[in-house]
């Protein structure tokens, strides 16, 4: 079969003949129908500090995946052939899907483990369920998990790209209050949709309204800085995005409002159950463009560009 392998920072994907894969003990064998393509997948290719994650190049990229077991192995019996599924990234030995020794799904077969399979509801389509495998894992931890989002609480919401869509969009369906930042004039268009009260380029549009919680999901320093400024007392920020690894605060409203900074990063098989169960009831449907395996690279040149509206999931046939 034919795979989309990284080989080295800098370097194209190469599109190689690679092996199909085989269910040995405790691993299952999964078609991929939809692969998801993520902005780490650009920074991958481009910085080399992303390198220690791939020890044993090429790899077959792709951590957004979902599709259907063609293959159980020994000690996986609690799944059969036919099962649709969706994938978490995360391995327990912190490794992960498209990375480390376990190809992804920029290959039409994959091996997945009991770290990653989760039961896609029927009622959930493939696309939708890759996507909610990173960008909807993620997001929702963030938000659910780690920021204690609820009905009653104001919550701002930095970055409404593939992430912070799925995070605003779910804070709102707990019934919280949610503000979003966005500096994309396109995608600032889908506050209806998503159920914002307010959208501005920047969080600090909303110093008046004392946000409990804020998540920052774009992560470029400057607007870690504007969370800081705008939070209430007592007021929680859930740092996610990492478009730059340094910002420069203001200690002052930290101390004075009393404020708690947290961190977090991907999310669990439990999460990823909780986000699928909102997209059975229809009320969470993100934008997507949907491409085929050959336009891979081309998607990535275009996330690289920046300006992109929605999530890219390669569809396979």
Known sequence: ??????????????????????????????????????????????????????PHPPRTMGHENAGVITEVGEGMEQWKVGDRVGLAPVMSDGDALGYGKWDGGFGPKLLATSDNLVRLPDEVPFDLGAMATDAGLTAYHAIMAVGGAKAGMKVGVIGLGGLGYIGARVAALSGAEVYGAEINPETQKLA???GLADVADSIDAFKDKKLDLIVD???????????????????????????????????????????TIKGSKSGTREDLEGIYELMKSGELNPPMNLITQADIPDAIDKLRAGGVVGRFIALYE
């Open 192 to 194: 209806g949709e998503i």
């Open 217 to 259: 999901y774009a992560g470029f320093g400057t607007t870690t800085a504007a969370a800081i400024e705008t939070l209430g007392e007592f007021g929680t920020l859930v740092q996610v995005g990492m478009g730059r690894l340094e910002a420069t605060i203001n200690t002052y409203p930290i101390i004075i409002n009393q404020l």
């Open 1 to 54: 079969m034919k795979a989309w392998q990284f080989t080295g920072t800098n370097k194209a994907l190469e599109f190689n003949e690679v092996p199909e894969p085989h269910a040995g003990p405790g691993t299952v064998v999964v078609e991929v129908k939809a692969a998801g393509v993520c902005h780490s997948d650009v920074t991958a290719l481009d910085d080399p500090g992303w390198m220690p994650l791939f």
